[in-house]
């Protein structure tokens, strides 16, 4: 069974920063790309960011490029997302999904995690 365990979500202020986790289980992580996605209170969901499975290709969604950073270790089976310079417009549900696509569209993904919630506020 394919299980995706997010973590690491909290409250920020404006301009922190913030690693969330993902622990996968259940499939052989290293040989499936590997997705966030996010949805804040009221609106879409919103792809993030992917990550082939070799680690080598990254894309990010506009409204984050050069602030977050994907990122993964296949020993750990675990799935990163590193988080700078946080706006208020990044409050949102965090999603990782295992995707079978390196595109960059959640439609893309067919497991997610449950999610961790990521607030910035002063």
């Known amino acids: 069974e394919v299980q995706l365990v997010e973590s690491g979500g909290g409250l920020v202020q404006p301009g922190g920063s913030l690693r969330v986790s993902c622990a996968a289980s259940?499939?052989?992580?290293?040989?499936?790309?590997m997705s966030w996605v996010r949805q804040a209170p009221g609106k879409g969901l919103e792809w993030v960011s992917v990550?082939?499975?070799?680690?080598?290709?990254?894309s990010y969604a506009d409204s984050v490029k050069g602030r977050f950073t994907i990122s993964r270790d296949d020993f750990k089976n675990t799935l990163y997302l590193q988080m700078n310079s946080l706006k208020p417009e990044d409050p949102a549900t965090y999603y990782c999904?295992?995707?079978?696509?390196?595109?960059?569209?959640?439609?893309?993904?067919?497991?997610w995690g449950q999610g961790t919630q990521v607030t910035v506020s002063s």
């Open positions: 999904a295992k995707s079978w696509s390196p595109s960059p569209d959640w439609a893309f993904c067919d497991y």
């Open positions: 259940g499939f052989t992580f290293s040989s499936y790309v």
């Open positions: 990550m082939d499975s070799s680690g080598d290709r990254t």
